[in-house]
């Protein structure tokens, strides 16, 4: 994980059926609720280059082509989220990969019902993170600003 008093950053993707579904806002809502800052954020038709080399570990699973061939029918939102274990805390708040197994209060929990159409992506360790983060945004995409709440939500 991160360092103690560094804000990590992590990769949150809406998929093509939480767009299509108006998830977007409801998204954003529970990441800002729960404090994080957002500092990177587009909507993109991501070519199927960019999925391969993000899902390069499942290349080998059966459900690969039809995985790819999902993310990419539509439009996704990406999402760079900051702030303290943002990594470890959104997956927590994504919940369970498959909806049925996702806890009530988890965004799969609420907003989803079948594996193949679990709406949401976000990365799983903070050196996966860097590694998407730096696949699906350039530097200059990324905006660092500091917000005013920073101090009330962290004591510092």
Not at 20 to 28: D, P, S
Not at 33 to 50: D, T, Y
Not at 135 to 155: K, R
Request: aromatic share 8%; net charge negative; with cysteine.
């Amino acid at each position: 994980s991160g360092l103690l008093g560094i804000q990590e950053r992590t990769l949150v993707a809406v998929k093509p059926d939480g767009v299509q579904r108006r998830l977007v806002g409801e998204i954003i809502h529970r990441f800002e609720q729960r404090g994080f800052q957002l500092i990177g954020m587009k909507l993109v038709q991501a070519p199927k280059e960019v999925l391969s080399e993000h899902y390069h570990d499942l290349q080998e699973k059966p459900f690969y082509p039809a995985l790819i061939n999902y993310m990419s029918s539509g439009p996704i939102v990406a999402m760079v989220w900051e702030g303290h274990n943002v990594v470890r805390m959104s997956r927590a708040m994504v919940g369970d990969t498959n909806p049925a197994e996702a806890r009530p209060g988890t965004i799969r929990g609420d907003l989803c019902a079948h594996i193949s159409r679990n709406a949401i992506h976000a990365s799983d360790s903070f050196e996966v993170a860097k590694k998407e983060i730096s696949l699906w945004f350039s530097d200059q995409e990324l905006i660092e600003w500091q917000s005013c709440i920073h101090s009330n939500l962290y004591n510092m």
